[in-house]
């Protein structure tokens, strides 16, 4: 098992990528902690966690409350792999974006990727451990109605190239995980909500359908395990060949 005896913090924890992670971690040996908003979703990943074995345990907080991720990072006595999947989504040109929405996306997508990085930090300089931050490839080309959300993953992927630099002579991996469009609760709600089509969701990409929760959490896992020990500073993206366009 590639992730056996190790412990991973998993932010977003409570549905579609991060859950997927927390699950296919399990199964290569880790021990979970999921971080959301929602405990009723946390304790559905964690049902799923034992049930592939792992053990697991649940912090309901915003990744964006600097007081509550810096509280939950030091009653850790030890964390391996950090992944900061906690992400949302705005679907707006520019002009039309609420200040509120980009204001709450980048505290969501940025901040609580910086606080949660921040924290957990010294904790991964004792274990030699890896972050991976799950970006998106709208972090490296333009998706239109998305400005916020594209503008929020392109400063994690900078953020993760920056963190890469300053921590791989203490030993820290920090790597980016770039999705194309996955089937996930977020897909439902977009098409059924803002009236988007799935068929044109999944024409994006050439491989002409959705990526999976499972698919992306595959990447994960090769980005926090050894299989991975020569990658720093990088992105991986698993996008069906959307960016190839």
């Given at each position: 098992?590639?992730?056996?005896?190790?412990?991973?913090?998993?932010?977003?924890?409570?549905s579609?990528?991060?859950?997927?992670?927390?699950?296919?971690?399990?199964?290569?040996?880790?021990?979970?902690?999921?971080?959301?908003?929602?405990?009723?979703?946390?304790?559905?990943?964690?049902?799923?966690v034992?049930?592939?074995?792992?053990?697991?345990?649940?912090?309901?907080?915003?990744?964006?409350?600097a007081?509550?991720v810096?509280?939950?990072?030091?009653?850790?006595?030890?964390?391996?792999?950090?992944?900061?999947a906690?992400?949302?989504?705005?679907?707006?040109?520019?002009?039309d974006?609420?200040?509120?929405?980009?204001?709450e996306?980048?505290a969501?997508?940025?901040?609580?990727?910086?606080l949660?990085?921040?924290?957990?930090?010294?904790?991964?300089?004792?274990?030699?451990?890896?972050?991976?931050?799950?970006a998106?490839?709208?972090g490296?080309?333009?998706?239109p109605?998305?400005?916020?959300?594209?503008?929020?993953?392109?400063?994690?992927?900078?953020?993760?190239?920056?963190?890469?630099?300053?921590?791989?002579?203490?030993?820290?991996?920090?790597?980016?995980l770039?999705?194309?469009?996955?089937?996930?609760p977020?897909?439902?709600?977009?098409?059924?909500?803002?009236?988007?089509?799935?068929?044109?969701?999944?024409?994006?990409?050439?491989?002409?359908?959705l990526?999976?929760?499972?698919e992306?959490?595959d990447?994960?896992?090769?980005?926090?395990?050894a299989?991975?020990?020569?990658?720093?500073?990088?992105?991986?993206?698993?996008?069906?060949?959307?960016?190839?366009?």
């Amino acid at each position: 098992m590639r992730l056996a005896g190790k412990h991973a913090l998993i932010t977003g924890g409570g549905s579609g990528i991060g859950r997927a992670v927390a699950e296919r971690f399990a199964l290569e040996g880790a021990s979970i902690l999921a971080v959301g908003r929602t405990q009723a979703m946390l304790d559905d990943t964690a049902e799923l966690v034992r049930a592939a074995g792992g053990e697991a345990s649940t912090a309901a907080l915003d990744v964006a409350d600097a007081d509550a991720v810096a509280a939950l990072c030091e009653r850790l006595d030890r964390l391996d792999v950090l992944v900061n999947a906690a992400g949302i989504v705005s679907t707006f040109t520019v002009p039309d974006t609420p200040v509120e929405r980009w204001d709450e996306v980048f505290a969501t997508n940025v901040r609580g990727t910086f606080l949660m990085s921040k924290h957990a930090m010294p904790l991964l300089r004792e274990s030699q451990g890896a972050i991976v931050n799950v970006a998106s490839v709208a972090g490296l080309v333009g998706v239109p109605n998305r400005a916020a959300y594209c503008a929020s993953k392109g400063a994690v992927i900078a953020l993760t190239r920056a963190m890469a630099i300053d921590h791989v002579r203490e030993g820290v991996r920090v790597n980016a995980l770039c999705p194309g469009t996955t089937q996930t609760p977020w897909i439902e709600r977009l098409v059924a909500e803002q009236g988007e089509k799935l068929e044109d969701l999944e024409a994006r990409q050439p491989l002409g359908r959705l990526g999976t929760a499972e698919e992306m959490a595959d990447g994960a896992l090769y980005l926090a395990s050894a299989e991975s020990s020569f990658v720093t500073g990088t992105e991986l993206v698993v996008d069906g060949g959307m960016t190839a366009r």
